[in-house]
């Protein structure tokens, strides 16, 4: 049974420093994993989507990486702003084709 | 090109009765999923679904819930008899058809329920 673990829970970090979140998973037969942001009383936001043949995709301030052997993928984001502050969730896609989500990152950038 | 949309956003229903939630997919996606967020949890998947079948229903409890997707129209969570339990925000996804592992998910807003 797939699980996934997010390092650490919460993070709260001054405005402008670059900051890293974890994800590790335990089964490492995966298609695909995701980073997403969850804002209070809202939705998700897919945020990066990276294919288990890739080790890294990007996008603006947002850099993600797979090793998919380890069961390990990191969130980089650059120069954070109070607008970044949210829960940050990463989910692997297994053979059944259903996402399976780590307990989340709660991040607050203040000012 | 519309996002995932889901109705109503929030739903009020006393113990006992039945809750309906609705979710349109992309235009174009023609996979469903359903995930259930309990209050200070994670996202747990309940069952995905293809028009007119049920693919996976790994996710569901055993009773009281059921999931369609028909032909026409969108895809509908049914809760029959409700209990306070079942208060939590639930999601759908969608995505498109192909090759469904490698593809990503798209996410509605969701529709919170509160079972007084």
């Known amino acids: 049974k797939q699980e996934v673990t997010q390092i650490p829970a919460a993070l709260s970090v001054p405005e402008g420093e670059n900051l890293v979140l974890n994800c590790s998973f335990t089964d490492s037969a995966i298609y695909n994993l995701q980073w997403f942001r969850q804002d209070p009383g809202k939705g998700l936001t897919s945020l990066l989507l990276?294919?288990?043949?890739?080790r890294e995709q990007t996008s603006g301030r947002l850099n993600a990486s797979l090793d998919k052997s380890s069961g390990r993928s990191t969130l980089y984001i650059a120069a954070s702003q109070p607008g970044d502050s949210a829960t940050y969730l990463c989910?692997?896609?297994?053979?059944?084709?259903?996402?399976?989500f780590g307990t989340g990152t709660r991040l607050q950038v203040t000012l | 090109n519309a996002g995932v949309m889901q109705n109503p956003r929030h739903l009020v229903r006393r113990r006992g009765q039945e809750a309906r939630l609705r979710c349109s997919p992309m235009?174009?996606?023609?996979?469903v999923y359903w995930y259930r967020q309990l209050p200070e949890e994670g996202l747990k998947f309940m069952v995905y679904l293809q028009k007119e079948n049920i693919i996976d229903e790994s996710g569901m409890p055993k009773e009281r819930f059921s999931a369609e997707f028909p032909k026409e129209g969108p895809s509908i969570l049914r809760i029959q008899q409700v209990v306070r339990g079942d208060s939590a925000a639930y999601f759908c996804?969608?995505?498109?058809?192909?090759?469904?592992?490698?593809?990503?998910?798209?996410f509605g807003p969701g529709t919170r329920l509160t079972v007084l």
């Open positions: 235009k174009g996606h023609s996979h």
């Open positions: 989910a692997v896609t297994g053979t059944a084709s259903k996402l399976t």
């Open positions: 990276i294919q288990s043949s890739q």
């Open positions: 996804a969608s995505s498109p058809p192909g090759t469904n592992s490698y593809n990503e998910q798209f």
